[in-house]
């Protein structure tokens, strides 16, 4: 009897995917440490399915850990980890080949992940089973940025920026720069718009803030506006350091580019399994 098995992750408690979800992340690019608040904010803002997650069993032992977000036709892999003493053996492989086929059981049609481009274990599985690049994801970074704009920003409801970016963004935006995703986000975090310029950033009442989504709607493109915005975000929450996590497509880094933010070394590639 092969030593592998699948069990869905709602058999699990929260605590038990929390810490197993840590350990399956050991050693990574970004310190992993996953707390039951984290994993139920992933689990309800990027669409998790437990029943379609799968926790690895090596010899009766849980051994690795697959998330299964799902929208639709489409699933995304939102989180996949092997426990250290289990890696580089053909867990990976032998957990991808499985979790593709149960994707076409449920009758879906596509299957998302975004890897880490420097993660070699993690690209070589993906190619390994299928996935083809969609493209390169980065992101970036600004401490103190000057301030230099006295441009009002209005502030509007996260849900109406989410309809925005439903209607105007790229229709194969990354999984968590996608409208349904923006729809899940709830303050502290806060969104803002100027003119036909809007953005999502995290709560700004820390030091470190993140920009979640940047959007210009169409009619409005070319003219400069994502900088105006995004200066006049500068100007509202001064001596902040800004983060732009590696989630947007590299076509658009030139709006974080032209208001002097800097690139991140990690990046990401968007892949994509037709199934
Ligand atoms: C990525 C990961 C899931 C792969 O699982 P695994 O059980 O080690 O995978 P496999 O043993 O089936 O190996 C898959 C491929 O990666 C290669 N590989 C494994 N570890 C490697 C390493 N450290 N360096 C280079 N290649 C490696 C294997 O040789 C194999 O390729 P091959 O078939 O061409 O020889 C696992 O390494 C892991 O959990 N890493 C930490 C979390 C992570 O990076 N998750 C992916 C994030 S999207």
Redesign the pocket.
Known sequence: MSPLSLKPANEFTIPQLAELMTR??E??FVPVNITDVILLTMLRRDGVDLTASRVIMKDDEPS?LALIARRGWTSR?A????VST?????????AMQQLIVEAQVRGEKEML????EQ????V??YE?VGFTKIRRLVGYKLENPPIESEEELEEIDIRDLARQVTHHGLKDLPWQLSGPTIAHHTPPSRAFRLNDAYCLISNPEALDVSISSVLVKARSRGAGLSAVLMRALFARFPNKVWHVSPIFPEEMGIIFEQVGMTRETLSQWQMSLKL
């Not at 289990?86 to 032998?94: K, L, P, S």
């Open positions: 399956s992340f050693g990574y690795g892999l989180a996949m980890g092997i289990a890696r580089n053996g053909g867990t990976g492989t032998w992940v975004e890897v880490i993660n070699t274990a993690g070589k599985l390994k």
